[in-house]
Nanobody, 123 residues
Framework: QLVESGGGLVQPGGSLRLSCAASGYTYNRQCMVWFRQRPGKEREGVARLLTGPGNTYYADSVKGRFTISQDDAKSTVYLQMNSLKPEDTAMYYC???????????????????WGQGTQVTVS
């Protein structure tokens, strides 16, 4: 089970930190991704992390503004979002996949666990 928190309404240029807490399964080396779905758009992966080693990957649209990180002791992954823009408005989901191969390129259908989503509105 994945539970997200931290969304909300923020002005352009502001910051938010999203959290994704994992429970009910073994949290070790896995592929964790923050996806977002904007109105009328497909779900896209914006930040990716291999838990344990901490390798990360970002979509060009968020590179330099978003940071994905982990706290293994808390089985939690974070998404720090800075310099937010109106086009970042979306429902944000965290997702986990136990198999780590191709983590950087996998689409939503490949993921085993999903959170309920948290809304981020930049206006």
């Amino acid at each position: 089970q994945l539970v997200e928190s931290g969304g909300g309404l923020v002005q352009p240029g502001g910051s938010l930190r999203l959290s994704c807490a994992a429970s009910g399964y073994t949290y070790n080396r896995q592929c964790m991704v923050w996806f977002r779905q904007r109105p009328g758009k497909e779900r896209e992966g914006v930040a990716r992390l291999l838990t344990g080693p901490g390798n990360t990957y970002y979509a060009d649209s968020v590179k330099g503004r978003f940071t994905i990180s982990q706290d293994d002791a808390k089985s939690t992954v974070y998404l720090q979002m800075n310099s937010l823009k109106p086009e970042d408005t979306a429902m944000y989901y965290c997702a986990a996949r136990v198999e780590i191969i191709s983590c950087w390129s996998l689409g939503p259908a490949a993921f085993d666990y999903w959170g309920q989503g948290t809304q981020v509105t930049v206006s």
